[in-house]
């Protein structure tokens, strides 16, 4: 079995999401939704819990599926 791959390396300010499609497919189609993210995201500190939920819940018309979303930020 042969597997294949990707790797990266992070950079300060970095931050990796793993997201089912109910949060990929609008950030892949909608460019208000991932400005509004890069905005809120890239600070020198990660969002609380609070404003994280917030975030990902945001509304986008014409997608309602159920979100999980999990981040990681790169010190």
Do not use: N, Q
């Amino acid at each position: 079995m042969s597997r294949s791959g990707c790797a990266s390396v992070a950079r300060p300010g970095d931050v990796l999401v793993l997201c089912t499609p109910g949060l990929a497919d609008p950030l892949r189609d909608t460019e208000a939704l991932r400005a509004r993210l890069a905005r809120r995201w890239s600070g020198g500190t990660p969002p609380g819990l609070a404003a994280f939920l917030a975030d990902a819940r945001v509304r986008v018309k014409g997608y309602a599926d159920d979100r999980t979303a999990a981040a990681v930020w790169e010190a």
